[in-house]
């Protein structure tokens, strides 16, 4: 059971928006810690997506954006693409457990 | 450009001990630490610790305190993760990953190493 909770899978038709939910609690999102994105392609390695709620790194599409409110954040990707089957992981740091935390993953289809 | 380059895959016994190597280049390694995040297949992220580059300072998650060791050779620009007696839900893939101290993410992540514990 992740401390941070995401749903396990969205699903899209290319152009499609879809919307990537990342619930956490008062030890964590809630108390004010930055939420940051991941995409990790079939068989590689994790790749930085969002920073800092809303930042894109260098060479991130616009298509993909970040926001964060309360204890929650989200993860937008518009004009869906195939590229943009992936998992996505929500990361945040907890103070209560001094660690930091993943959520569980959504793996996005392209129908 | 940034890049880590961890060492290949392993196959232990239980009880046995793992060491995997990240070799950091394109930027200066002492500036920054690296983290250790291990993934069982098919799962989730799980991190697993993260040591200071600069000073050697290192955290490990409270799970695997007393197995995990992390430690680093500024002359080489490489990490060390060491995690003894292992046991079969270690099996994963342990990735490393560059966290600037000044921020809460990773930016850059090394390819993966896939350790299999298995009798």
């Known amino acids: 059971q992740s401390v941070l909770t995401q749903p396990p899978s969205v699903s899209g038709a290319p152009g499609q928006r879809v919307t990537i939910s990342c619930t956490g609690g008062s030890s964590n999102i809630g108390t004010g810690y930055d939420v940051h994105w991941y995409q990790q392609l079939p068989g590689a390695a994790p790749k930085l997506l969002i920073h800092?709620?809303?930042n894109r790194p260098a060479g991130v599409p616009d298509r993909f954006s970040g926001s964060k409110s309360g204890a929650s954040a989200s993860l937008a990707i518009t004009g869906l693409l195939a590229e943009d089957e992936a998992d996505y992981y929500c990361?945040?740091?907890?103070?209560?457990?001094?660690?930091?935390?993943f959520g569980g993953g959504t793996k996005v289809t392209v129908l | 450009q940034v890049q880590l380059v961890q060492s290949a895959a392993e196959v232990k016994k239980p009880g046995a001990s793992v060491k995997v190597s990240c070799r950091a280049s394109?930027?200066?390694?002492?500036?920054?630490?690296i983290a250790w995040v291990r993934q069982v297949p098919g799962q989730g992220l799980e991190w697993v610790g993260w040591?200071?580059?600069?000073?050697?300072?290192?955290v490990s998650a409270q799970r695997l305190q007393g197995r995990l060791t992390m430690t680093t050779d500024t002359f080489r620009s490489t990490a060390y993760m060491v995690l003894t007696n292992l046991r079969s839900d270690d099996t994963a893939v342990y990735y490393c990953?560059?966290?600037?101290?000044?921020?809460?993410?990773?930016?850059?992540w090394g390819q993966g190493t896939l350790v299999t514990v298995s009798s």
């Open positions: 990361q945040s740091y907890d103070s209560g457990l001094s660690a930091w935390v």
């Open positions: 394109g930027y200066t390694f002492t500036n920054d630490a």
């Open positions: 040591i200071s580059a600069g000073n050697g300072n290192s």
């Open positions: 800092g709620n809303t």
């Open positions: 990953a560059r966290w600037v101290v000044s921020a809460t993410y990773f930016d850059f």
